[in-house]
Nanobody, 116 residues
Framework: QVQLVESGGGLVQPGGSLRLSCAASGSISTISKMGWFRQAPGLQRDLVAV???????NYADSVKGRFTISRESAKNTVNLQMNSLKPEDTAVYYC??????????WGRGTQVTVSP
């Protein structure tokens, strides 16, 4: 079907930056929206940012002004530029794609650790 491959996670110091990418491949039809969620140990998985096929964006309050979501439609890729990272940003970040049909696909996740 559809496979989502995340990349760009890793270890970074507070105040640093990371850029996550998620590339969708397989039986791609039409994508309604692409986004990023994150889940820290013991907590629920929450929305970080989402971008629609029309280019509109939505961000969690905790990342507004620090994170930027973008897309490369021709490559079926969504990116998340993360600046001014804080320890509380530490989590597994998951890519999510919603097709126009309503089908939802999740990536396997990539670890982001913000630590001195």
């Amino acid at each position: 079907q559809v496979q989502l491959v995340e990349s760009g996670g890793g270890l970074v110091q507070p105040g640093g930056s990371l850029r996550l990418s998620c590339a969708a491949s397989g039986s791609i039809s039409t994508i309604s929206k692409m986004g990023w969620f994150r889940q820290a140990p013991g907590l629920q998985r929450d929305l970080v940012a989402v971008i629609t096929s029309g280019g509109s964006t939505n961000y969690a309050d905790s990342v507004k002004g620090r994170f930027t979501i973008s897309r490369e439609s021709a490559k079926n890729t969504v990116n998340l530029q993360m600046n001014s990272l804080k320890p509380e940003d530490t989590a597994v970040y998951y890519c999510r794609v919603v097709m126009n049909s309503g089908l939802v696909y999740w990536g396997r996740g990539t670890q982001v650790t913000v630590s001195p």
